[in-house]
């Protein structure tokens, strides 16, 4: 089974401080992607990474930056949080083999409030 | 106009009835479809994938309508546990891999 873990189901951080979510999946997987999740706006890509080292951006990327230094872990940071990054931030995984049928596996989810 | 659309609902329905779900899309250069569930609080977890013209799994069959640019998921013998939103998913091939564009969800509440 897929398993693919996130640091943090709730966090609760103030205006300007520096946030780090942290997402593993143990498939060995090339993909990996965070998204956040609002109501009535659906998931919307933030950054993804198809490989270590690489990243490219999503649809939503302004005011978030990632790292991925290992095949494992991929890593959200928001340099400053500001309260309209209040959300639920999804990490998922998928394997490069599977080609157009790339099935995504999700993380439990972080809800981050922002103060 | 958003690049997948589904119709927010909710639907309620009695146990036992069968309940059908449609989504359209707007890119043409989609290549695969999924219909994910997502119970509240919980994270999208897969259903069903679509490639073709459609896939049945027990009670639950996808339809994928190219020409028309629609995905349909028909529920049969509608069960308590079906309560959940149902997440339509175009997966569209770009230069860096693919790209999953979700909808924004339909709610199903089924009742006693």
């Known amino acids: 089974d897929v398993k693919v873990t996130q640091s943090s189901r709730y966090l609760v951080k103030r205006t300007g401080e520096k946030v780090f979510l942290e997402c593993v999946q143990d498939m060995d997987h090339e993909n990996m992607f965070w998204y956040r999740q609002d109501p009535g706006l659906g998931l919307r890509l933030i950054y993804f990474s198809y490989d270590v080292k690489m990243k490219e951006k999503g649809d939503i990327p302004e005011g978030y930056s990632v790292s991925r230094e290992k095949k494992e872990r991929f890593s959200l940071i928001l340099e400053s949080a500001s309260t309209n990054q209040t959300s639920m931030y999804l990490c998922?995984?998928?394997?490069?083999?599977?080609?157009?049928?790339?099935?995504?596996?999700f993380g439990p989810g972080t809800r981050l409030t922002v103060l | 106009r958003k690049e997948v659309e589904q119709d927010p609902g909710p639907f309620n329905v009695p146990e036992g009835a069968t309940v059908a779900f449609n989504c359209t899309y707007s890119?043409?250069?989609?290549?695969?479809f999924f219909w994910y569930r997502q119970d509240c609080r919980k994270e999208p977890k897969l259903l069903m994938s679509?490639?073709?013209s459609g896939n049945e799994d027990g009670r639950f069959t996808a339809q994928l309508n190219r020409a028309s640019q629609y995905i349909s998921l028909l529920i049969r013998d509608s069960k308590l546990s079906d309560s959940a939103t149902y997440l339509c998913?175009?997966?569209?091939?770009?230069?860096?891999?693919?790209?999953?564009?979700f909808g924004t969800g339909t709610q199903l509440k089924v009742e006693l």
């Open positions: 998922a995984s998928s394997s490069f083999d599977a080609g157009y049928k790339d099935t995504q596996y």
């Open positions: 890119n043409s250069a989609s290549q695969s």
């Open positions: 998913v175009a997966n569209i091939l770009t230069g860096g891999g693919n790209k999953l564009t």
């Open positions: 679509v490639y073709s």
